[in-house]
């Protein structure tokens, strides 16, 4: 049996491009982990089952265990290393809530939720409990109840509203979310 060949891929990690020979049957996950050394994506059940290696690709939330390394050629990929605060060491409103309203317990989940809001902030500011629940449906969590989680989203939502409106006030039209 030949080895496999291996492929240059090139795409975006975090706002910066990346450039790999890759074989075609590895995994973003691996990817991610083992070649970027990117380990705030979990590595858990390995068939899209819980959500700890959700990332970003183009702005869509994917199961980085689900999704092969030649699918990513040319995209943008955001993992939780890339949701960063406006100013350097202050973190994402969505981070932010997940800390004040105790939305993690071990913290293995946290990632992948937190992606998983963003992805839904970035397109719905004003998400009904449904929606929250919707988006969340593909990360699970073991240790919390989800209690503290929806809290915290319920809050990234008023901390994105509060900082949307202190933005038009000061006549900058700022974007934050």
């Known amino acids: 049996m030949a080895p496999e060949a291996y492929k240059p891929l090139a795409f975006r990690v ?12 590895k995994r973003l996950l691996s990817i991610l ?9 979990k590595r858990s059940c390995d068939i899209g089952r819980c ?3 959700m990332v970003l690709i183009n702005g869509e939330p994917v199961n980085a265990c689900l999704a092969m390394a030649y699918q990513c050629e040319g995209k943008e990929i955001t ?4 949701v960063r605060g406006a100013e350097e060491g202050v973190l994402h409103p969505i981070q932010q809530a997940f800390l004040e309203e105790g939305g ?4 293995y989940c946290t990632p992948g ?7 839904l902030l970035a397109v719905n500011r004003a998400p009904s409990n449904e929606d929250i629940e919707e988006a969340l449906s593909g ?39």
């Not at 975090?14 to 049957?25: E, K, M, Q, R, Y």
């Not at 993690?104 to 913290?107: A, F, R």
């Open 14 to 25: 975090n706002g910066t491009d990346a450039t790999l020979d890759v074989p075609p049957a």
């Open 33 to 41: 982990r083992d070649d970027l050394l990117l380990t705030g994506t």
């Open 51 to 53: 959500g700890a290696c």
């Open 79 to 82: 993992t939780i290393e890339g």
């Open 104 to 107: 993690y317990q071990c913290g």
């Open 113 to 119: 939720m937190v992606i998983s809001v963003v992805a």
């Open 139 to 177: 990360n699970l969590c073991r240790c919390t109840g989800y209690g503290g989680i929806l809290r915290a989203v319920a809050r990234a939502v008023e901390l994105g509203k509060e900082e949307a409106h202190a933005g038009n006030e000061a006549g900058s039209g700022a974007d934050v979310g």
